[in-house]
């Protein structure tokens, strides 16, 4: 079973830029897809950036985010960060993190409390 808490939101002002952090405890971290999810107000929860397990291979879910978002696992903190450069108004939501097995197109069994994340001037 993993444990993953998330980190690092906040209020950023257009084209500014956020590091979030997911936190796991647990075993085998290594061996997880972990993937970065956000929710707006009133819109269904989407998938932002996900990282396969064991390869670290990444794949890319929302073309808006491509270019301006960028995902990595440290192993010897047990996290996944999200930075994320030129924030726009339409990247606010709540976001989560989701770990599953192995590979993101398998689906995502655990999930953190969520960070909330504002673009605003």
């Known amino acids: 079973q993993l444990h993953l808490v998330e980190s690092g939101g906040g209020l950023v002002q257009p084209g500014g830029s956020l590091k979030l952090s997911c936190g796991a405890s647990?075993?085998?971290?290594?061996?997880?897809?972990i993937g970065w999810f956000r929710q707006a107000p009133v819109k269904e929860r989407e998938g932002v950036v996900c990282?396969?397990?064991?390869?670290?291979?990444?794949?890319i879910q929302t073309t808006s985010v491509k270019g301006r978002f960028t995902i990595s696992r440290d192993l010897a903190k047990n996290t996944v960060d999200l930075v994320m450069n030129n924030l726009q108004p339409g990247d606010t939501a709540v976001y989560y993190c989701?770990?599953?097995?192995?590979?993101?197109?398998?689906?995502?069994?655990?999930w953190g409390q969520g960070t909330q994340v504002t673009v605003s001037s």
């Open positions: 989701g770990a599953g097995t192995f590979y993101c197109g398998g689906g995502f069994t655990y």
């Open positions: 990282i396969n397990g064991t390869t670290d291979s990444l794949v």
């Open positions: 647990g075993p085998s971290f290594e061996y997880y897809a």
